[in-house]
C-alpha cells in the first residue's frame, strides 16, 4: 500500500480504518490525516500496545487493502 495514495484518498480510507480500530476517535482520525507515523501513535495511545505491535497491527490491515 503506497501511503501518498492514503493520503490523498483519507475519506475513503478514514472508514475503513474506523471499521478496524472503533475506538479511535473521528478527532484522531482527523488528526492522522492518512499519515502512518500518526496512525501507529495514535493505535499505541488508544489500545496501549507498544509500537512493534500498532505496527504489526497497521502491516496486517495493510495487506488486505
Known amino acids: 500500500m503506497n501511503w501518498d495514495q492514503v493520503q490523498g484518498n483519507w475519506k ?3 472508514g ?3 471499521e478496524r ?3 479511535l476517535t473521528d478527532d ?3 488528526i492522522i490525516e ?7 501513535g495514535a493505535l499505541q ?3 496501549g500496545w507498544a ?3 500498532a505496527d504489526r497491527q497497521i ?3 495493510e495487506r488486505l487493502h
Not at 34 to 40: A, E, V
Request: aromatic share 14%.
Open 12 to 14: 475513503t480510507f478514514k
Open 16 to 18: 475503513k480504518v474506523k
Open 21 to 23: 480500530w472503533g475506538q
Open 28 to 30: 484522531e482520525l482527523d
Open 34 to 40: 492518512g499519515r502512518r507515523d500518526q496512525l501507529s
Open 45 to 47: 495511545k488508544r489500545y
Open 51 to 53: 509500537k512493534d505491535e
Open 59 to 61: 502491516d496486517e490491515w
